[in-house]
């Protein structure tokens, strides 16, 4: 199947830094990704579309000057946690969708803000 | 945006027993089906996906049955065994390029040998 390669795995970071994850379609190209959040034991909830070359979607409720996300080709697709904060420690993952049908995932990035 | 519903929330199996998971959805516009697996500290991985022109789906020891006027769908894993000791979730689109998945809340599954 199609590999999605996420970076870093784990990351421990101070509250109020920022704190960028890296989502790459390592043998396709990705016009769109999806990032979800997910906190333990939940459910993974989607967080936004993201679009090459154009401004990300959000769901309801997500703040985008938080969730910072840049798709700026075709097989990559960043997302910049700004001004961290305790409560923003959650596992995040990407997601892209080759064509109509299977979506791959991302390995997922703990995130833990002290 | 929870609109799938996803049961048992967790499943004990002796191990060669039938794991049964269940799902409903609501959106008539949905038609692609999907399950995937998730290990802790992993992203999920699919296992198998159906569309409703069809009733049912097998891929080895997993299939999935479909019943499109009852807006449901389940997993079936024949044969279970330890190693499928996991959490499973449904998930539900419309099966375009672009479109992303809505998940059901998810079961933990626990095979016991």
């Known amino acids: 199947g199609a590999v999605v390669s996420q970076h870093p795995s784990r990351v421990i970071c101070k509250s109020g830094t920022s704190v960028k994850i890296e989502c790459r379609s390592l043998?396709?190209?990705?016009?769109?990704m999806f990032w979800y959040r997910q906190f333990p034991k939940q459910s993974l909830m989607l967080m936004a579309t993201?679009?090459?070359?154009?401004?990300?979607?959000?769901e309801q409720g997500v703040e985008k000057d938080k969730f910072l996300i840049n798709h700026a080709s075709l097989t990559l697709s960043t997302l910049t946690v700004t001004s961290a904060h305790p409560e923003d420690s959650s596992f995040y993952i990407c997601s892209a969708r080759p064509g109509s049908e299977k979506l791959f995932f991302g390995s997922g990035t703990q995130l833990s803000v002290l | 945006q929870q609109q799938v519903k996803q049961s048992p929330q967790s499943l004990i199996v002796q191990k060669g027993g039938i794991s049964i998971i269940n799902c409903a959805y609501e959106n008539t516009a949905f038609d692609y089906f999907p399950w995937y697996q998730q290990f802790p500290g992993k992203g999920p991985a699919l296992l198998i996906a159906i569309r409703p022109d069809v009733s049912e789906k097998k891929e080895g020891r997993f299939t999935i049955s479909f019943n499109k006027s009852a807006k449901q769908f389940s997993l079936h894993i024949m044969d279970s065994q330890p190693g499928d000791s996991a959490t499973y979730f449904c998930a539900a689109s419309r099966g375009q390029a672009g479109t992303a998945l809505i998940f059901g809340k998810g079961t933990t599954l626990s095979v016991s040998s």
């Open positions: 993201s679009n090459e070359g154009s401004k990300a979607t959000y």
């Open positions: 043998d396709f190209q990705a016009t769109t």
